[in-house]
C-alpha cells in the first residue's frame, strides 16, 4: 500500500513536475467509501464507488489547482492550491464524520476470516490486499510502458513541448494520469480500511508522509524506486513490530530515509528512471 501510495505521487510528478499534496486526502476518502457502503450493501460494492470517486477528484484536483497554473515558475503555486483542496476534504469528512476513526462493519466471513499456513495466522483480506496490489502494480506498469497512451505519459514527462509538436494532447494526458493516480489512492486506501476495519480522516497525513519520504529513498520521479522502496519500507515496519520495536516502528521510514540520502542523495535508483524513457 505503500508502493501504491508512493506510485501516484511518482505519476503525477514525472508528468507535470509537480507535487500534488490532494493526493494523500483521496487516498483517506477512499477508506470512507466503506463506510458508506457497509450499511446499505456488500462490502464488495464499495471498490467501484472508490474507484469513481478518486478518479472524480483526480480530475477536480487537475482543473482547480494544476490547470490554471502550467508554466514552470508556477510550481509552488499549484502545489499550495492541491494542498489547499486536500485540506478542504480534511475538513468536509471531521465536520461529517468527526475526527475520531469511523468503523467500517461487515458480517461477511471474508473480510474476517483466518487461515493458517504452517502455523502462520493470516486474513483472507490480507492475501486479497497482496494479491490486489501486486495486481495493480503489473497493469500500471503494463499500461506505461507497452500501450499508446503510455508512450504519451513517457514523451510528456520527457518534454511536453516536443509532445505538443508531436501532436499529443498533454491536458488529456495529464488529466488521464490524474485520473489513474487518484483512483489508485482511492482503492489503496478502501483496502487499508477494510484490513484495519477504520477509516480516518487523520491516515491520509501519515501515509502521504511516509509516499514522499519513500520517494526520496527511491528517487524522485521513478517508478521503480517507488515501488521498491515502498516494499522495503513495510517489510522494514513489520520486522520491528515482529521483533517487539513497536514504538520505533514510525521511525523506520525516516531512519531509512537519512541514511538513503547521506549515502546516495539522489536515492537508490537515477532520478527520472521509468517516466522518461523515449517512447
Known amino acids: 500500500m505503500y508502493s ?18 490532494a493526493h494523500q486526502e ?5 477508506g470512507f467509501a466503506g463506510v458508506v457502503i457497509a450499511p446499505f450493501a456488500s462490502l464488495w460494492w464499495s471498490f467501484p464507488l472508490a474507484i469513481a470517486l ?7 484536483t ?7 497554473f502550467k508554466s514552470q515558475d508556477a510550481k509552488i503555486a499549484a502545489s499550495l492550491s492541491s494542498l489547499a483542496i486536500g485540506l478542504i ?10 475526527g475520531e476513526p469511523v468503523a467500517v462493519r461487515s458480517n461477511e466471513p471474508f473480510f474476517t ?7 502462520i495466522e493470516l486474513l483472507y483480506i490480507q492475501v486479497f490486499i497482496f494479491a490486489v496490489t501486486l495486481a495493480l502494480m503489473a497493469a500500471l506498469h503494463f499500461v506505461i510502458m507497452h500501450t499508446g497512451f503510455g ?4 514523451a510528456v514527462a520527457e518534454s511536453p513541448d516536443d509532445a505538443t509538436l508531436h501532436g499529443i494532447n498533454v491536458r488529456r494526458v495529464s488529466q488521464g494520469v490524474f485520473v489513474i493516480s487518484s483512483a489508485l489512492a482511492a482503492l489503496t486506501g478502501l483496502l487499508l480500511a477494510q484490513r484495519t476495519g477504520y477509516a480516518s480522516s487523520e491516515i491520509g497525513l501519515t501515509f502521504g508522509l511516509k509516499a514522499l519520504a519513500i520517494m526520496a529513498i527511491g528517487g524522485i520521479g521513478d517508478m521503480r524506486g517507488a515501488v521498491l522502496g515502498g516494499l522495503a519500507i513495510g517489510v522494514l515496519e513489520a520486522l520491528t513490530y515482529h521483533f517487539g520495536l513497536g514504538r520505533l516502528g514510525e521511525m523506520t521510514v525516516w531512519a531509512a530515509m537519512y541514511a538513503v540520502l547521506i549515502l546516495r542523495p539522489a536515492g537508490l535508483f537515477s532520478a527520472r528512471g521509468h517516466l522518461e524513457q523515449r517512447a
Not at 476470516?113 to 502455523?119: D, E, K, L, P, Q
Not at 508512450?151 to 513517457?154: A, E, K, L, Q, S
Request: no cysteine; glycine share 14%; net charge positive.
Open 4 to 21: 501504491l501510495v508512493a506510485i501516484g505521487f511518482t505519476l503525477i510528478l514525472g508528468v507535470l513536475d509537480k507535487l500534488n499534496f
Open 26 to 30: 483521496v487516498f483517506m476518502l477512499g
Open 54 to 60: 478518486g478518479g472524480a477528484l483526480g480530475l477536480l
Open 62 to 68: 487537475e482543473f482547480v489547482a494544476f490547470r490554471r
Open 89 to 98: 476534504l480534511v475538513d468536509a469528512v471531521q465536520r461529517h464524520w468527526g
Open 113 to 119: 476470516a483466518r487461515f493458517s499456513i504452517a502455523g
Open 151 to 154: 508512450r504519451r505519459i513517457r
